[in-house]
């Protein structure tokens, strides 16, 4: 119930291309949905987030899709650049009042060729 | 800038040692984690923290235990370590439901 799946493990992508990466999810409690980006040595940090009540955000060349009938969000990054290349994790949060509690998939370590 | 401190950014402990990680926040947060990352496994919960002495288990938190005596330091104690828990560990904080801030890891090794 609390777990997010993700895919692909690793991902290769040339520049300018498009990337994808798709996260399903089974507890429907969860209402907050971050993707973090994580750079070798350093903490992971958050890249952009959405709530149930839309269906697509997008910040830049970055967008998440949400799909709630389904379960499941994806990560769009438009015209992947070589800095894009990073391990992204998805994650979701449960409405569990007093506490926050992310939940996060597995990783996927994408990496941008020039 | 938010900041979350951990004590150590690489630590190298021997088997049945007792080892603690430390995490300081100064952004006041309530809410306080420690996470492990594991290749393939992505970032599981060991402990999370609401508030100053309380403390609720995570995914995981068999072999561990956690210390958080005031708002802005929240511990993670392995009391008796063992090689399974090589790892990195993560420390965060947040406020309920939005942004998790994270350190930058420990990479812990057992030998």
């Known amino acids: 119930q609390q777990q997010v799946k993700q895919s692909p493990q690793s991902l290769i992508v040339q520049k300018g291309g498009i990337s994808i990466i798709n996260c399903a999810y089974e507890n429907t409690a969860f209402d907050y949905f971050p993707w973090y980006q994580q750079f070798p040595g350093k903490g992971p940090a958050l890249l952009i987030a959405?709530?149930?009540?839309?269906s697509e955000k997008k910040e830049g060349r970055f967008t998440i899709s949400f799909n709630k009938s389904a379960k499941q969000f994806s990560l769009h990054i438009m015209d992947s650049q070589p800095g894009d290349s990073a391990t992204y994790f998805c994650?979701?949060?449960?409405?569990?009042?007093?506490?926050?509690?992310?939940?996060f998939g597995q990783g996927t370590r994408l990496t941008i060729n020039p | 800038d938010v900041k979350v401190t951990q004590s150590s950014r690489y630590l190298v402990k021997r088997t049945g040692e007792k080892v603690f990680l430390e995490c300081v926040q100064d952004?006041?947060?309530?809410?306080m984690f420690w996470y492990r990352q594991d290749p393939g496994l992505g970032l599981r919960l060991i402990y999370f923290s609401y508030d100053v002495k309380m403390k609720e288990k995570g995914d995981i938190p068999e072999g561990y235990s956690v210390s958080r005596e005031k708002k802005e330091r929240f511990s993670l104690i392995l009391e008796s370590a063992s090689t399974n828990q090589t790892s990195m560990y993560l420390c965060?904080?947040?406020?309920?439901?939005?942004?998790?801030?994270f350190g930058q890891g420990t990479r812990l090794t057992v030998v």
């Open positions: 965060a904080s947040g406020i309920w439901n939005t942004e998790a801030f």
């Open positions: 952004m006041d947060h309530e809410n």
């Open positions: 994650a979701a949060s449960p409405e569990i009042q007093g506490a926050q509690k992310l939940v």
């Open positions: 959405i709530r149930p009540d839309v």
